[in-house]
């Protein structure tokens, strides 16, 4: 559905408008992330997600390679979900008349960029060497028999909760800062009221955000997490939400010529 959405988002924006973005094209980044990651699930699959744990370490091989797309994965939907967030704050900025507004978005582009970058070279670098991540006979005894040194697990999901926090706020931000900004625009009332509406989806990201932030803090709690993965589930719907309520607004050109059109008929 995600999908459908941004190929719409860009067919009406390009074609119908003949007016394209930076916020257009940073939208086409994160649904390449969203397949990324997807496909990301599939390969999980493959080597055992969905298999109880122990089911899993019967297969050492299978479980090395479960665990190298899972390292992948997690940097990819971290930046699939700061793509989102980039996105909508470029559209905001383009809508925007006000000078002090587009430059306290600007801030928060400047902040999101740079929170993912130290959230992804924290999760690149968990181990030195970087492939003990997944390839735990490199770590120390009882768990390998190498010398590598990686974040004590509960640190590593410590930063990920941080992480979380923030896309938190700055999702209810996101969610919240468009309705002024609209009920400003010179536009009837149906229209400020039914774009209000569309962007209020942002509240189900929130929503998907802070239940995966619960499923983060129990994530090393669980003995079985393979079997659900539901901390990456929610993650993957917090991403997916997000593109749709970010794109949604773009559609109403072809949703007045669709109904335009049924009128005619």
């Given at each position: 559905?995600?999908?459908?959405?941004?190929?719409?988002?860009?067919?009406?924006?390009?074609?119908?408008?003949?007016?394209?973005?930076?916020?257009?094209?940073?939208?086409?980044?994160?649904?390449?992330?969203?397949?990324?990651?997807?496909?990301?699930?599939?390969?999980?699959?493959?080597?055992?997600?969905?298999?109880?744990?122990?089911?899993?370490?019967?297969?050492?091989?299978?479980?090395?390679?479960?665990?190298?797309?899972?390292?992948?994965?997690?940097?990819?939907?971290?930046?699939?979900?700061?793509?989102?967030?980039?996105?909508?704050?470029?559209?905001?900025?383009?809508?925007?008349?006000?000078?002090?507004?587009?430059?306290?978005?600007?801030?928060?582009?400047?902040?999101?960029?740079?929170?993912?970058?130290?959230?992804?070279?924290?999760?690149?670098?968990?181990?030195?060497?970087?492939?003990?991540?997944?390839?735990?006979?490199?770590?120390?005894?009882?768990?390998?028999?190498?010398?590598?040194?990686?974040?004590?697990?509960?640190?590593?999901?410590?930063?990920?909760?941080?992480?979380?926090?923030?896309?938190?706020?700055?999702?209810?931000?996101?969610?919240?800062?468009?309705?002024?900004?609209?009920?400003?625009?010179?536009?009837?009332?149906?229209?400020?009221?039914?774009?209000?509406?569309?962007?209020?989806?942002?509240?189900?990201?929130?929503?998907?955000?802070?239940i995966k932030a619960i499923r983060q803090w129990?994530?090393?709690?669980?003995?079985?997490?393979?079997?659900?993965?539901?901390?990456?589930?929610?993650?993957?719907?917090?991403?997916?939400?997000?593109?749709?309520?970010?794109?949604?607004?773009?559609?109403?050109?072809?949703?007045?010529?669709?109904?335009?059109?049924?009128?005619?008929?």
């Amino acid at each position: 559905l995600s999908l459908i959405t941004v190929w719409l988002r860009f067919y009406v924006r390009s074609v119908m408008l003949g007016i394209t973005g930076s916020d257009d094209f940073v939208m086409i980044f994160a649904m390449v992330c969203t397949t990324a990651t997807f496909v990301c699930f599939v390969i999980e699959t493959q080597h055992g997600l969905g298999k109880h744990l122990l089911a899993m370490l019967a297969s050492p091989t299978d479980y090395t390679e479960f665990l190298k797309i899972n390292y992948a994965h997690a940097i990819i939907v971290m930046i699939g979900v700061s793509a989102v967030k980039v996105s909508i704050a470029l559209s905001l900025i383009r809508l925007s008349p006000q000078r002090k507004y587009s430059q306290f978005l600007w801030g928060i582009i400047i902040f999101v960029v740079a929170m993912t970058l130290a959230c992804a070279l924290t999760l690149i670098f968990q181990c030195i060497p970087v492939r003990a991540a997944w390839d735990f006979s490199l770590r120390p005894p009882p768990t390998g028999t190498g010398t590598a040194r990686c974040y004590p697990i509960y640190t590593f999901r410590n930063i990920g909760l941080m992480n979380s926090s923030f896309n938190i706020i700055t999702d209810v931000l996101f969610a919240t800062l468009p309705i002024p900004l609209i009920w400003k625009l010179q536009l009837n009332m149906r229209t400020k009221i039914s774009l209000i509406g569309i962007l209020s989806l942002g509240w189900f990201a929130c929503a998907a955000a802070i239940i995966k932030a619960i499923r983060q803090w129990h994530v090393f709690d669980e003995p079985d997490w393979t079997v659900y993965n539901s901390f990456n589930v929610w993650n993957f719907i917090e991403l997916t939400i997000g593109i749709i309520a970010a794109s949604l607004p773009s559609l109403k050109p072809l949703f007045n010529w669709f109904l335009k059109t049924a009128r005619g008929i």
